[in-house]
């Protein structure tokens, strides 16, 4: 049978505080640096696809302009797959750090967070 301590109680909700707080902070960065790069990149298309209409009012043959528009949906695809890349791999690095954070503590660690949980209780006390 399982002893229920309010020291016990209290460990289990500091490391749940502590998991979560954390969990915050790394989804946070996640969803800011998300934000940033496609707006950062939906930019880029912007400033590619000003350029290459005008470069196409300027065109004194459709070929010319044909090629400018070419040239355009070239750049929207390499971003948007450089988009694509950059978002996929900070989504992964998110879940690799969202398992850390998680992860259950092995018997040793708990042991060795409850022993020092234990000294700095007996610190305060005394």
Known sequence: MNDITP???????????????????????????????????????ADARVASLKTISESTTFNDAFEANVAYEDAVRDEMQKMYDDNRSSWESLQGELKTIY????????????????????????
Request: hydrophobic fraction near 40%; avoid cysteine; charged fraction near 30%.
């Open 103 to 126: 992860m259950p503590v092995s018997t040793e660690e708990a042991a060795s967070k409850k022993v020092e949980s234990k000294k700095v209780t007996g610190k305060k006390a005394a």
């Open 7 to 45: 020291d016990k109680i209290k460990n289990l909700l500091e490391s749940a505080i502590s998991s979560n707080t954390s969990a915050w902070v790394a989804q946070s960065k996640y969803f800011d640096d998300l934000v940033k790069r496609n707006v950062a990149s939906f930019a880029s298309l």
